[in-house]
T-cell receptor
């Protein structure tokens, strides 16, 4: 089945530094990647949607200069949290939608999530 | 915009049946998903409804009424491992998936 590998699973960084989170689709092409953020005991909040080779579409209230999304290939998308601050501490999850080599469509496959702590 | 509502918390007894409701108001409705999420983990897919009616899959069933903007997830023969958050998610347009607030279910002996 479709698998999305997300790394790192946990990261602790100092305030003011940048952190990059990677999501790779295994055995299928992620034509669309979604990035979510989740606060403790809350549901997933869609941050942005990216299609391979084009700029990401950000949801209202999400700063595009702070959360840089790159989706340069059909198997890799990255989210970079720039100049991180303690309020950016959260659980970040990617979700990929795409097709396999035979052209079969896959539904939404989630990565395992990244817990970011900014100190 | 999207507006998706679920109860915040529910408690049920092991072996019992529980129904988790979800109401939504959305433009471009194109299907509804239910996911299970354990604390600190990614959501796992449970069910998908795009047409009205009941979809049954083992102990879990999901119902959709598009005219009422309403869905429910039914869990039968509850087990302790079913304690988790259950997320209702609406697909709007071609791709975007928007999540409800999630329902944290606690199963007690």
């Amino acid at each position: 089945g479709a698998v999305v590998s997300q790394h790192p699973s946990r990261v602790i960084c100092k305030s003011g530094t940048s952190v990059k989170i990677e999501c790779r689709s295994l055995d299928f092409q992620a034509t669309t990647m979604f990035w979510y953020r989740q606060f403790p005991k809350k549901s997933l909040m869609l941050m942005a949607t990216s299609n391979e080779g084009s700029k990401a579409t950000y949801e209202q209230g999400v700063e595009k200069d702070k959360f840089l999304i790159n989706h340069a290939s059909l198997t890799l998308s990255t989210l970079t949290v720039t100049s991180a601050h303690p309020e950016d501490s959260s659980f970040y999850i990617c979700s990929a939608k795409g097709r396999d080599r035979q052209g079969e469509n896959y539904g939404y496959t989630f990565g395992s999530g990244t817990r970011l702590t900014v100190v | 915009g999207q507006n998706i509502d679920q109860p915040t918390e529910m408690t049920a007894t092991e072996g019992a049946i529980v129904q988790i409701n979800c109401t939504y108001q959305t433009s471009g409705f194109n299907g509804l998903f239910w996911y299970q999420q354990h604390a600190g983990e990614a959501p796992t897919f449970l069910s998908y409804n795009v047409l009205d009616g009941l979809e049954e899959k083992g102990r879990f069933s999901s119902f959709l009424s598009r005219s009422k903007g309403y869905s429910y997830l039914l869990l039968k023969e509850l087990q302790m491992k079913d304690s988790a958050s259950y997320l209702c998610a609406v697909k709007a347009g071609a791709n975007n998936l928007f999540f409800g607030t999630g329902t944290r279910l606690t199963v007690i002996p």
